[in-house]
C-alpha cells in the first residue's frame, strides 16, 4: 500500500484523516504544519500528501508548490478543502495538486482519490465540469430571448416533413 503524509493544522481533523486512511491499509504519518510536512518529506518521501487547503503561516497552496519544486510529480497531491470544488479547482491545479476531497467526503471518494483512480475529485474531470457548466450557463442565458425561441422552433417545424 501506500506511504501518506496527512498534513492539517486542526489537530483532530488530521487524526481522524489518518486513522481513515490508515483503516484503508496504507503507512500514515500526520503533520500539524507546512513546515512539520517538509522536515518530514525530508526524512521520508510519501507516495501520497493529503493537504490541508485553508492553513495558517503556509498554505496548503504554497506547500504544494514548495513540494512540486523540490520533489517534482513523484508525489500524488490530495487537497482536502471545505470550499466548493468549482470556486478553488482552478487554484488547486495552478498549485501542482492532483485531486481533491472535501473534508466531509465520503471514504470511498478519499480511498479513490488516494489511489489516484478517475473521478469527479480528479482536477482534471472539475475543471472540464467547470467549463461545461459555464458553457450550459451562457447558452441558456441566450436562450432566453423569447424571439430565438420562437426562431429555433420554427425553423426545426419547417426542417421536419
Not at 497531491?77 to 466531509?104: D, E, I, Q
Request: glycine share 4%; charged share 25%; aromatic share 8%.
Amino acid at each position: 500500500m501506500a506511504n501518506v503524509l496527512v498534513v492539517d493544522d486542526i489537530r483532530d481533523v488530521a487524526d481522524s484523516f489518518c486513522e481513515l486512511v490508515s483503516l484503508f491499509g496504507h503507512d500514515v504519518r500526520v503533520a500539524y504544519s507546512a513546515a512539520e510536512a517538509l522536515t518530514d518529506i525530508e526524512d521520508r518521501i510519501p507516495d501520497v500528501a493529503l493537504l490541508d487547503v485553508s492553513m495558517p503561516v503556509v498554505d496548503g497552496l504554497q506547500l504544494a508548490r514548495q513540494i512540486r519544486h523540490r520533489w517534482g510529480p513523484s508525489i500524488r497531491l490530495v487537497a482536502h478543502t471545505a470550499y466548493p470544488r468549482v470556486s478553488v479547482a482552478p487554484k488547486l491545479a495552478a498549485a501542482g495538486f492532483n485531486s481533491f476531497v472535501s473534508k466531509s467526503a465520503q471514504p470511498l471518494e478519499l480511498a479513490f482519490a488516494i489511489q489516484g483512480r478517475p473521478g469527479k475529485w480528479e482536477l482534471r474531470t472539475a475543471l472540464s465540469d467547470r467549463r461545461s457548466f459555464s458553457r450550459a450557463r451562457a447558452v441558456s442565458r441566450r436562450s432566453t430571448d423569447s424571439n430565438q425561441r420562437f426562431a429555433r422552433v420554427t425553423d426545426y417545424a419547417a426542417r421536419t416533413p
